[in-house]
């Protein structure tokens, strides 16, 4: 799925349920957002999206602060509107062998970032820091978050530049250092 495609998915979900809030569009989706704690070390699960008989949950780690819930949850649906008929993603995803997880972690944060990260907001950030660093702790989001959107925008003929190339697996690691 190329960019574009992700980034018009995730403007039709915000325009389709009338809001930005990933808890509110989860509740409108009938997706089950499930709390359980998984422990605050860096190579603790932050969350994963389970569907099983058309049942739908995501499972938060509830011992992350609320806005890294948020971006969590924003990533997760984004396996949810994205790839809920890819075969294969039906439980754990994370732990699944199959040899596209890494790209659907890939498009899952680029659904994240255009999700989370209005333009105008972005601008704003950079306008008032002038560093990539400050603009993504005033925006409340992890850099490597930051530099998915920049790329999105970049694409779209902004000139913004980021220091770091996130990977897909970011998420994965210790984030809340790091907001």
Known sequence: MNAQTIKNE????????????PFEICEERHIQIIYQPMGTSP??????????????????????PEDVQRIIL??????????????????????????NTD???YEANIFAAEFTLEDEDVLDAFRET??????????????????????????DGYQLESPITANGDFLKRDITQRM
Do not use: Q, W
């Open 10 to 21: 995730a403007k039709r979900v915000k325009a389709k349920y009338g809001s930005a809030d």
């Open 43 to 64: 190579g603790a699960c932050k969350g994963f999206y389970l569907l099983n008989c058309r049942c739908k949950a995501i499972v938060l780690n509830s011992e992350m």
């Open 74 to 99: 924003a990533h997760e649906l984004g396996h949810d509107i994205l790839h809920s008929s890819v075969a294969g993603i039906n439980a754990f995803h994370e732990f699944s062998v199959c040899d």
């Open 103 to 105: 790209r659907l972690e």
């Open 130 to 155: 002038n560093d990539f660093f400050r603009a993504a702790c005033c925006l409340n989001v992890p850099p490597e978050l930051l530099d998915f959107k920049t790329r999105l925008m970049n694409r």
